[in-house]
């Protein structure tokens, strides 16, 4: 267990450091301390849901590994969350999937869907301190095939419209009942796995399902597109593409979301800030690790997840930011993979708010780039781990690898029993 006098000498030291450069470590702890993450539900129980326990994963979407103890119902699944958030400094969102109602024992089916299929979330996430976000669930459905909105059947087209529909009212219930806007994203795996000679035709189906349902508008929900490059089974083709939901987003004024793992491996996600805040109202981030595909590893802080965390506090504009996870690792313990995750996503916030911008925009503003470089460089040695230690100790929540004993004791007392 780290002594808590250590940490505060430790931050003390970095403090000056810091200081030395222009940076307000102090500032910096503020700042971090209002950026909300949003938690993937879907990472406690591989992707099942309440709707039919018994259902496979299909629609491009699957779960490698079969560790043990993965929750089995709303109690667990909320359980699991609680544990994982008391490990977590500051305070977060919970991001929930269509299929995670509480449908009492009932089978609805996707296209009746309610706002009273999530009212004990609702009063849950109120009484835990959490706000909600929301998904429509496109996939593991009997229509889900090949294709759903885009589908030129109308009589499934309609089923996933009116699907999508309920949800975007099951959002707005969700921000008005919270006090703060629900954000709303839209997924769906449409595509092909071999070459199609239809593409414009099933694009221009999905304009036409979106223009169908977005046509109410909410004041409590904000309503997000999510692109993708390709998915199992949609190798060749992916109607919703990064193309068509950039120019559907931005002709239409909504949030694009950025899931880190649905574009090419060598794409940088941190370029695609910039441009997108100047032409759409926010963005959203499903911040994942993809390793040779969109294999949804748990986050780490890498390279990509931290020029992407640096480029958005360089924009100066978080307050435009949302953002949220999205992996589910069943390979290990899975609440040991919400805090890592977490976590790292925050740490690599934490190094951009530590950043001595006001240096480096000046030497960049005179040309003097290797000064630039070096300090960008140099940065990287700081003792920004010191200010971290500092944050999780002003959350009382485990300084440095502290939680691993934690969810050691949680494994042995509740999920190895299930």
């Given at each position: 267990?780290v002594?808590?006098?250590?940490?505060?000498?430790?931050?003390?030291?970095?403090?000056?450091?810091?200081?030395?450069?222009?940076?307000?470590?102090?500032?910096?702890?503020k700042?971090?301390?209002?950026i909300?993450?949003?938690?993937?539900?879907?990472?406690?129980?591989?992707?099942?849901?309440?709707?039919?326990?018994d259902?496979?994963?299909?629609?491009?979407?699957?779960?490698?590994?079969?560790?043990?103890?993965?929750?089995?119902?709303?109690?667990?699944?909320?359980?699991d969350?609680?544990?994982a958030?008391s490990?977590?400094?500051g305070?977060?969102?919970?991001?929930?999937?269509?299929?995670?109602?509480?449908?009492?024992?009932v089978?609805?089916?996707?296209?009746?869907?309610?706002?009273?299929?999530?009212?004990s979330?609702?009063?849950?996430?109120k009484?835990?301190?959490?706000?909600?976000d929301?998904?429509?669930?496109?996939?593991?459905?009997?229509?889900?095939?090949?294709?759903?909105?885009a589908?030129?059947?109308?009589?499934?087209?309609?089923?996933?419209?009116?699907?999508t529909k309920?949800?975007?009212?099951?959002?707005?219930?969700?921000?008005?009942?919270?006090?703060?806007?629900?954000?709303?994203?839209?997924?769906?795996?449409?595509?092909?796995?071999?070459?199609?000679?239809?593409?414009?035709?099933?694009?221009?189906?999905?304009?036409?399902?979106?223009?169908?349902?977005?046509?109410?508008?909410?004041?409590?929900?904000?309503?997000?597109?999510?692109?993708?490059?390709?998915?199992?089974?949609a190798e060749?083709?992916?109607?919703?593409?990064?193309?068509?939901y950039?120019?559907?987003?931005?002709?239409?004024?909504?949030?694009?979301?950025?899931?880190?793992?649905?574009?090419?491996?060598?794409?940088?996600?941190?370029?695609?800030?910039?441009?997108?805040?100047?032409?759409?109202?926010?963005?959203?981030?499903?911040?994942?690790?993809?390793?040779?595909?969109d294999?949804?590893?748990v986050?780490?802080?890498?390279?990509?997840t931290?020029?992407?965390?640096?480029?958005?506090?360089r924009?100066g504009q978080?307050?435009?930011?949302?953002?949220?996870?999205d992996?589910?690792?069943?390979?290990?313990?899975?609440?040991?993979?919400?805090?890592?995750?977490?976590?790292?996503?925050?740490?690599c916030?934490?190094?951009?708010?530590?950043?001595?911008?006001?240096?480096?925009?000046?030497?960049e503003?005179e040309?003097?780039?290797?000064?630039?470089?070096?300090?960008?460089?140099?940065?990287?040695?700081?003792?920004?781990?010191?200010?971290?230690?500092?944050?999780?100790?002003?959350n009382?929540?485990?300084?440095?690898?502290?939680?691993?004993?934690d969810?050691?004791?949680?494994?042995?007392?509740?999920?190895?029993?299930?």
């Open positions: 267990m002594n808590n006098q250590t940490v505060q000498k430790a931050y003390d030291l970095a403090k000056e450091r810091y200081a030395a450069l222009g940076v307000d470590t102090d500032a910096a702890l700042q971090l301390q209002k909300a993450i949003s938690l993937h539900c879907w990472q406690a129980d591989d992707v099942t849901g309440f709707e039919n326990p259902a496979t994963l299909s629609g491009g979407i699957q779960a490698t590994g079969n560790y043990p103890g993965k929750a089995r119902n709303i109690e667990e699944l909320r359980a969350i609680l544990k958030a490990l977590i400094p305070k977060h969102r919970l991001n929930l999937h269509a299929i995670y109602g509480d449908f009492g024992g089978f609805v089916d996707r296209d009746q869907i309610e706002p009273k299929h999530f009212e979330w609702m009063k849950w996430a009484e835990n301190g959490f706000m909600l929301f998904n429509s669930t496109s996939f593991s459905h009997p229509l889900s095939g090949e294709l759903t909105l589908n030129p059947d109308p009589k499934i087209r309609k089923f996933w419209i009116e699907h309920r949800c975007r009212a099951i959002a707005e219930a969700m921000g008005k009942y919270q006090g703060s806007p629900c954000v709303m994203n839209l997924w769906i795996h449409d595509g092909s796995k071999d070459q199609t000679v239809n593409r414009l035709e099933y694009r221009r189906l999905l304009k036409e399902s979106l223009d169908e349902i977005f046509a109410t508008k909410y004041d409590n929900m904000k309503d997000c597109i999510e692109a993708k490059l390709f998915g199992i089974g060749s083709y992916t109607v919703g593409s990064y193309d068509f950039l120019g559907y987003g931005a002709k239409n004024n909504k949030i694009v979301t950025l899931d880190t793992g649905h574009f090419h491996l060598t794409e940088s996600i941190a370029d695609k800030i910039s441009s997108l805040l100047l032409f759409t109202p926010e963005i959203m981030l499903h911040v994942s690790r993809p390793i040779r595909w294999s949804d590893h986050t780490l802080m890498n390279d990509d931290l020029d992407l965390a640096k480029e958005i506090v924009s978080m307050d435009r930011v949302n953002i949220g996870l992996y589910f690792d069943a390979s290990i313990n899975r609440i040991g993979a919400y805090v890592i995750g977490t976590r790292a996503t925050q740490k916030f934490l190094l951009g708010l530590l950043e001595p911008i006001k240096m480096l925009r000046q030497y503003a040309g003097k780039y290797f000064e630039r470089l070096a300090v960008l460089e140099e940065g990287k040695a700081m003792p920004w781990h010191a200010v971290w230690d500092m944050f999780c100790l002003n009382n929540v485990p300084v440095g690898e502290g939680y691993i004993a969810i050691q004791k949680y494994e042995v007392d509740v999920t190895s029993k299930r």
